[in-house]
């Protein structure tokens, strides 16, 4: 994924925390349950920042190498792209 990729959560995907199954993203028919790294870079896709800015921040929110986050987000936007639960 480019740096510049603004990804947002695809048409009809909501990110929701439930008491007992934790984070998840809701689609249509479907439910995917997000461990609390995943919720934390999902939670920042709203479609107006970049790639490289959502990594910068989790970076120095979580005190981390910016490069491990931005592995972190690529791994999880190619795998939530291809399920169609993202769009960049």
Known sequence: MSDDAKPRLAPGVKLRHDAKRGPMLMAPERILELDEIAQAIVAQFDGTKRVSEIAAALA?????????????????????????????
């Not at 190498?65 to 972190?72: F, Q």
Request: aromatic share 6%; charged share 45%; no cysteine.
């Open 60 to 88: 120095k929110e979580y005190d981390a190498k910016a490069e491990d986050i931005r592995a972190d987000i690529d791994h999880l936007l190619k795998d939530l792209t291809a399920k169609g639960y993202v769009k960049s």
